[in-house]
């Protein structure tokens, strides 16, 4: 009977739902608390199920679910619910995912640091891309793989215990004390794990982590069809007619945009193509240089994905190490490297380096003929033999509108290869996938990269390449067209309020094609203290944001977006994209993200009350 209730309910859910849940990255920007995301969600949820209330009106005012689909978004969250309602368990011990190989790596790399030993038991067969010997040989994971013939009789074991299975009903489990964790795969839909049991709780945060850092949660689509075939039954036939058709004209694009004429990768986020660089070089690395140490150079104020994702892979593989590189806030991106690679030549290590350009949040792009000089220069060891090429890894998502791959571009004859947000200006905010090319001298780095995204299973979906395919002929129009305003914007803030310091590319910068979208904002202060004018300068933050957030709740969101189709973006990087960061390395400052469709002069008036106020 409580089955029934629930099917219903779920029913009535969809039927009544915002269209932002199935359409958008994100959803009701305005009422987001990080700390509660998912619980306060569901919390509210739980409460109108208990009412009996589906109404439009109610489903609108729900709060923001987890944050960009990486790691959740409402209609995940929904059927994760759902099928812990139905199986008597508490949400959180149901995760969603796009990929089919990620929970199984997750639950991994969880047992390799805790030295627990792991089985995976699967009924049918593993996929194809599930390659057991590089994630023994590579990601340095021990487990053991057992097909079964039928769950009644598993055998006691010191460990955990794994239950991989594709199903046509991806959302239908069966639950038994022998098995620690389900995973149901789909094909088309991804998989679902289920966390079985008070014992094995405490992976949930850590599987969550992998969800967020490496993969992304199932896709909005694919959950409403999986709460769709809950509810009633149907016949899985995904039609993939223009699948190739659409992926065929998204790598065209990228090839254009780039003016590349090698392979593009497309991913299902910006972090998952980030995670198959990193698998890719780790493993070339490894094969090619082996008993090298291997050196990920990172900025430490960089956007807090790469940070955090950087330093997690090089926790889990013992001969891989994080090198700072601090690039903006007056270091020299050129100077930094250069130092670095001399020091890793001397100890004949791997150098990879992922940077920014421009950098985030202060908007600066380095000397590009002296980083040139600095990539292409010749090392040598402490011994004298020459060292190992570094490889260059360009985050453009500012600015991916840039050429620097091409042949005659500034990075074509070095180590190089760049990549992109999807979220961002790819898709204007549409999804998340995110691409990433090489150039003509980087393109054999690109196979490994490509065998590790097909591992992970976080290549795009079908309708990720839809959107991409109709969303990337006008990216660069668009980018164009919200650099524009965010110039008159920062000119306007610069004649209303002078004090205030602000980061952003120059008219010289601009004319060498450096048009982002962004910039960061140092409000003037007070005080007789550096900790009073720090507080003082935090207090205003906040202020400004949450003026224009009330004054024009339509357009201006406090969220880390930039490159929508419509709105204003505002944050603060600090307690935000930086929230994994050092503290000592966090920036307490407003970053403002524009589009090129927003009442500019309606900012400005407000703008202009906020100066008045202080």
């Not at 074991?157 to 004390?177: K, R, W, Y």
């Not at 839909?189 to 969800?211: A, C, D, F, T």
């Not at 990228?254 to 910006?270: D, Y």
Request: net charge negative; hydrophobic share 35%; with cysteine.
């Amino acid at each position: 009977m409580e089955t029934n209730r629930i099917l219903g309910y779920l029913k009535d859910v969809l039927k009544n739902m915002p269209v932002d849940w199935l359409n958008l990255t994100t959803h009701r920007l305005d009422i987001y608390n990080e700390k509660l995301a998912k619980t306060q969600f569901l919390d509210q949820l739980e409460v109108l199920y208990n009412t009996n209330n589906a109404k439009s009106s109610a489903l609108s005012e729900l709060p923001t679910a987890f944050d960009y689909i990486r790691l959740g978004h409402p209609l995940s969250c929904v059927l994760e619910w759902g099928i812990a309602k139905i199986h008597d368990l508490k949400p959180d011990n149901i995760v969603s995912f796009s990929s089919r190989t990620t929970p199984i790596l997750a639950i991994l790399r969880k047992n390799k640091l805790d030295k627990k030993n792991t089985r995976i038991l699967y009924t049918h067969s593993l996929p194809d891309f599930f390659d057991v010997e590089i994630l023994r040989d590579i990601y340095g994971y021990t487990f053991n793989v057992n097909k079964i013939e039928n769950t009644a009789a598993i055998s006691e074991f010191d460990g955990t215990t794994v239950l991989f299975s594709e199903q046509v009903n991806i959302h239908e489990f069966n639950l038994s004390a022998a098995i620690d964790f389900y995973i149901n795969t789909h094909n088309d839909y991804g998989s679902i794990l289920v966390v079985n049991g008070e014992q094995n709780e405490n992976y949930i945060s850590e599987i969550q982590h992998v969800r967020r850092r490496e993969t992304i949660a199932m896709t909005p689509a694919n959950c409403h069809k999986v709460i769709k075939n809950m509810i009633t039954p149907f016949s899985h036939n995904v039609d993939k007619s223009e699948f190739e058709s659409n992926k065929s004209k998204v790598l065209g694009s990228i090839s254009k945009i780039t003016r590349t004429s090698t392979k593009a990768l497309v991913g299902s986020s910006g972090l998952s193509i980030q995670y198959a660089i990193m698998m890719g070089f780790v493993h070339d690395a490894i094969e090619n240089h082996k008993g090298k140490a291997i050196k990920f150079i990172v900025p430490p104020n960089c956007y807090g994905g790469t940070n955090d994702q950087a330093r997690r892979v090089a926790a889990c593989i013992e001969n891989v190490e994080i090198v700072d590189l601090p690039v903006d806030d007056g270091n020299d991106m050129a100077i930094g490297i250069d130092t670095v690679l001399t020091n890793i030549a001397l100890e004949d290590a791997i150098p990879y380096i992922i940077a920014e350009i421009p950098t985030n949040p202060r908007v600066e792009v380095p000397d590009l003929e002296k980083l040139k000089e600095v990539l292409s220069r010749k090392r040598t060891t402490a011994k004298g033999s020459a060292a190992v090429e570094p490889v260059f890894i360009l985050d453009q998502t500012f600015c991916p509108n840039v050429h620097f791959l091409g042949e005659g571009d500034i990075l074509a004859t070095a180590n190089a290869i760049s990549y992109a947000s999807g979220s961002k200006f790819p898709s204007g905010g549409r999804c998340t996938a995110g691409y990433c090319v090489s150039n003509e001298k980087a393109k054999d780095l690109m196979k490994k990269v490509e065998l590790h995204l097909n591992l992970c299973d976080n290549e795009a979906t079908q309708l990720q390449y839809q959107i991409l395919a109709e969303q990337l002929p006008s990216m660069n129009q668009r980018i164009h067209d919200a650099y524009e305003k965010t110039h008159e914007f920062v000119s306007f803030i610069n004649m209303s309020l002078p004090e205030a310091k602000i980061n952003f590319v120059s008219k010289e910068i601009a004319e060498m094609g450096f048009t982002p979208s962004v910039f960061s904002l140092d409000l003037p202060t007070k005080g007789t203290t550096a900790k009073e004018k720090e507080i003082y300068k935090r207090e205003l933050n906040h202020k400004l944001i949450n003026l224009m957030i009330t004054k024009i709740p339509n357009e201006s969101k406090y969220c880390v977006s930039y490159g929508q189709l419509k709105g204003c973006y505002w944050t603060i990087p600090a307690t935000s994209t930086q929230g994994t960061t050092k503290e000592g390395d966090k920036d307490y400052i407003a970053r403002v993200a524009l589009s090129p469709d927003m009442d500019l002069e309606l900012h400005k008036k407000v703008f202009l009350d906020f100066v008045k106020s202080i």
